[in-house]
Every structure is written in structure tokens, then in C-alpha cells.
T-cell receptor, first 115, second 112 residues
Framework: GAGVSQSPSNKVTEKGKDVELRCDPI?????LYWYRQSLGQGLEFLIY????????KSGLPSDRFSAERTGGSVSTLTIQRTQQEDSAVYLC?????????????FGQGTRLTVV | AQRVTQPEKLLSVFKGAPVELKCNYS??????LFWYVQYSRQRLQLLLR??SRESIKGFTADLNKGETSFHLKKPFAQEEDSAMYYC??????????????FGQGTILTVHP
């Protein structure tokens, strides 16, 4: 595809269940970012990858959150034992890093609702 | 640590009025700054970047290192400018190299 693709678009899960959110970046983009967007909180940084490594995981809210990236491409954000406060839109972005001044392209997001 | 602050969550203006969306940052180094915009039911997208010194859709933003600010301005707002605007900073070196951090966002509403 031409853009960043995220799946699923919407996810409703029961409290305590695990969920996996997927991000397919633009082909050739080495940097990949995960954010959480919620009302009143803006765009909260979670984690980013350069290739398959994650230089900064400081934004992950708790040890229930983890992310991985394989083959320098697809990334999965996993939330274990979901809580109601995890409900939000999870956004993924990718960029082709040549120096610092590169545009990040965003996916449409995954709306997660924990009931 | 790098930080971006947008002090206004909501901003309302009338069509044709000037608009300024404020952004302040904290970063120990030379920052690379951006403004991103999200229109209703659309993806978040780049509006402009400071290094390009460009005007996009009538918007400009000047980096003021002394005041650590990167405010977004437009002299005459249009109804189609109504959107959520995010200021962002990317780390250009050190341990935060490549980390893209956003502010809390400002919802701009332009009334007819």
C-alpha cells in the first residue's frame, strides 16, 4: 500500500484480555513510532523504532505494554490484561530517516475500547 | 529531556481574523520543529517544518531560540482551517536522536 496501514481499525475488548495492534509502515521507512491519542491528553509518545531496535521505550505506560518490530517493517503493539484506562486511539507513524528533518506519515489509527 | 508545550487546548476565532497557535519547547540542542494538523476524519499530516521556512495554506511559523518558541500564525483565518494542530519536535542528536515528540494539541475553530 501507499500509506501507513493499521489494523484493526476498531477493537472492543473485555477488561483483562490481551490485545495486539498492528502497524504496516511505508516500505523503506526505517523509523516507526507509536502514539496514544486521547481526549484531553493530546498525542502521547509510547515508543519508537530505528530499524528493529527501540532506542526509547520510556513512553510505555506500564509493563503491560510492549512492542516489537521485525524485519525492519511491521510492528506490533501488545497490551496485556487491558484496563479501561487503556481505551484510546493508538496511532502509528513512519518516516524515512535522512537526518532529523523528515516528515512522519501517520496511519488512520486503531480505536481501542475496553469494556 | 525534550518537551513540547501548547498552552491552549481550544482556540476560537472568526473568519478573517488573525490566528496564533502557541508552542514552546524544551530541548538541549538545536531542535527540529514541525507543525502537524488533523482535519476532521482525516489522518494526522505535516503542515510545515521550520527548516523549510515556507508558508503553507497561509500559515507560517518562526523558530525563536531565545524564547524557545515556534508559534504558528495566519493573518486571515478561514473556516477550513478548523482542525486540531500539533507542534512537534524531533531530537537531532544524543540519546533522543530521532525521537519525535508532540505537544498536547490545540483545537482551532474558525467561526463564519
Amino acid at each position: 500500500g501507499a500509506g501507513v496501514s493499521q489494523s484493526p481499525s476498531n477493537k472492543v475488548t473485555e477488561k483483562g484480555k490481551d490485545v495486539e495492534l498492528r502497524c504496516d509502515p511505508i516500505s523503506g521507512h526505517t523509523a516507526l513510532y507509536w502514539y496514544r491519542q486521547s481526549l484531553g491528553q493530546g498525542l502521547e509518545f509510547l515508543i519508537y523504532f530505528q530499524g528493529n531496535s527501540a532506542p526509547d521505550k520510556s513512553g510505555l505506560p506500564s509493563d503491560r505494554f510492549s512492542a516489537e518490530r521485525t524485519g525492519g517493517s511491521v510492528s506490533t503493539l501488545t497490551i496485556q490484561r487491558t484496563q479501561q484506562e487503556d481505551s484510546a486511539v493508538y496511532l502509528c507513524a513512519s518516516s524515512f530517516r535522512q537526518g532529523a528533518n523528515t516528515e512522519a506519515f501517520f496511519g488512520q489509527g486503531t480505536r481501542l475500547t475496553v469494556v | 529531556a525534550q518537551r513540547v508545550t501548547q498552552p491552549e487546548k481550544l482556540l476560537s476565532v472568526f473568519k478573517g481574523a488573525p490566528v496564533e497557535l502557541k508552542c514552546n519547547y524544551s530541548y538541549s540542542g538545536s531542535p527540529e520543529l514541525f507543525w502537524y494538523v488533523q482535519y476532521s476524519r482525516q489522518r494526522l499530516q505535516l503542515l510545515l517544518r521550520h527548516i523549510s521556512r515556507e508558508s503553507i495554506k497561509g500559515f507560517t511559523a518562526d523558530l525563536n531560540k531565545g524564547e524557545t518558541s515556534f508559534h504558528l500564525k495566519k493573518p486571515f483565518a478561514q473556516e477550513e482551517d478548523s482542525a486540531m494542530y500539533y507542534c512537534a519536535l524531533i531530537g537531532a542528536g544524543g540519546t533522543s536522536y530521532g525521537k519525535l515528540t508532540f505537544g498536547q494539541g490545540t483545537i482551532l475553530t474558525v467561526h463564519p
